[in-house]
């Protein structure tokens, strides 16, 4: 199986580059941020800057390990859907449940070193700049210099390979249950780790109640809550989609026509794959939309009391600043390369709707008001989760439960998601469609 999978990669290298890209941006990400643990190890550091980097490696290593876990479990889980019919292949061919599994696993072990390697260079170079930017705010002394050394390398290559080789493992699961015959998953277990991540949140999102108002650490547990319920939402997206498409069925055939009854027949039958774009969708909003809007809020109501700020305020607001910066670029190009990877799988389903008697206009159609409700939905749970986050933190910072701010952070967040998803969605499937339908059918088969 190891010859196997060696082979698959060889011959259909395309196939990875998702994956590549995921663990290759999740690496970087983790060894970037680790990297401080070392700096922070170096003998002779003064305390000060020991600290405001060991909180940079260990507020950011949070974030980061659980944007590197989704990220990559959603593009492993795509790439594995798209192979069913070679698996079933294999299937029928001889080949045991266990001996796929082995392959698919191999092959994402093998994915997951490559990308942690190339990740290095760019990871030493992320982390130099970093500790710049401490250095230009005047947290860390300038004579401090960068190391990137075995904390980082072990950290980031750790992270990416168990969430590699462990989302590799459950996505070839069900994949060979399917190819065997067996009836689908009722995704129980993917079920109670969505509750258990909505209630988890709700949990911290509470413990922020406990908390002072001047509590160095208050936007932590509000943080970390919109996170776990932006996830809850994800995991649990494809029941929530259902319930959705259920009441809009009606009303888009009778405006749309025919691209609305293709939209609500595909999403329908597509609801679990699309939680794998809904994913990123919904971290990126949420987080990146909680993260400004906290630091806005505290960054007011500092003002407001004519408090000067420390050095303690001018890390926290660094650090605040460079998480959403990390999350707005890392979750838009996961959600890019899950949406490109999702819709150009589906070439040959193109190609067969057109043989069948619709037309490219009706195909783009499809994609563009599918796209609409993906947008749609992810906004509404991703606001609702990060609202939780920011409305829990302005009562306990400033006792006010609906705070002062704009909505133009929102929007502009919200139109960073909108755009990605539409263009992407909408751009590869022209591609697609650019291929003669018999072809396109010939071709993917």
């Known amino acids: 199986m190891f010859t196997l999978a060696m082979s698959s990669i060889r011959r259909r290298p395309g196939r990875f580059i998702a994956t590549l890209l995921s663990t290759f941006l999740g690496a970087a990400i983790i060894m970037t941020f680790s990297s401080m643990h070392d700096t922070a190890a170096t003998p002779g550091i003064d305390s000060l800057s020991k600290e405001s980097i060991t909180t940079a490696a260990n507020v950011v290593g949070g974030y980061g390990a659980l944007l590197v876990f989704f990220a ?3 593009t492993l889980t795509v790439n594995v859907r798209q192979r069913g019919e070679e698996i079933a292949l294999l299937r029928r061919s001889g080949a ?38 401490f250095k ?40 060979t249950k399917e190819a065997a015959g067996g009836r689908k998953s009722r995704g129980r277990a993917k079920t109670f780790a969505g509750v258990a991540a909505l209630f988890l949140g709700a949990g911290t999102v509470g413990s922020t109640f406990a908390m002072d108002k001047t509590d160095v650490a208050l936007m932590a547990a509000p943080g970390y809550g919109a996170i776990l319920l932006a996830a809850g939402f994800a995991i649990l997206s494809p029941a929530l989609l259902r319930i959705l498409l259920g009441a809009l069925t009606k009303p888009l055939t009778l405006v749309f026509g025919a691209s609305g009854y ?34 806005v809020i505290e ?3 500092a003002e407001a009391a004519g408090l000067t700020r420390s050095g303690e305020d001018m890390s926290v607001q660094t650090l605040n600043f460079v998480i959403a910066g990390i999350i707005v670029v890392f979750a838009c190009i996961m959600l890019v390369n899950s949406l490109y990877a999702a819709t150009t799988y589906r070439t040959r389903e193109f190609g067969q709707q057109r043989l069948t008697g619709a037309t490219p206009g009706q ?19 991703a606001t609702l989760s990060a609202l939780a986050g920011i409305v829990s933190f302005s009562i306990v910072r400033t006792d006010t439960a609906v705070p002062d ?41």
Do not use: C
């Open 136 to 175: 230009d705010t005047d947290q860390v002394a300038s004579g401090v210099d960068h190391v990137f050394g075995p904390i980082a390398l072990t950290f980031g290559a750790t992270v990416t390979l168990l969430t590699s080789v462990g989302a590799a493992f459950l996505a070839v699961r069900r994949a």
């Open 299 to 301: 960054n007011d109501a």
């Open 262 to 295: 293709l939209t609500i027949h595909n999403m329908r039958q597509r609801a679990a794959q699309l939680s794998s774009v809904l994913m990123p969708l919904i971290l990126f909003i949420s987080i990146a939309t909680a993260i400004f809007y906290m630091q």
């Open 363 to 381: 195909v783009l159609g499809m994609i563009s008001l599918e796209s609409l409700i993906l947008t749609v939905f992810g906004v509404f749970f």
């Open 96 to 133: 045991t449940p266990a001996q796929i599994k082995r392959m698919v696993v191999f092959e994402a072990a093998v994915v997951g070193i490559a990308g942690t390697l190339l990740a290095i260079v760019p990871a030493m170079i992320g982390g130099a700049q970093l500790l710049e930017v």
């Open 405 to 445: 701010q704009s909505l133009g952070i929102w929007l502009a967040v919200v139109g960073i998601g909108a755009v990605a998803t539409i263009v992407t969605s909408v751009g590869t499937a022209y591609r697609g469609l650019r291929t003669p339908a018999v072809e396109a059918v010939a071709l993917a088969a």
């Open 72 to 74: 990559i479990a959603s």
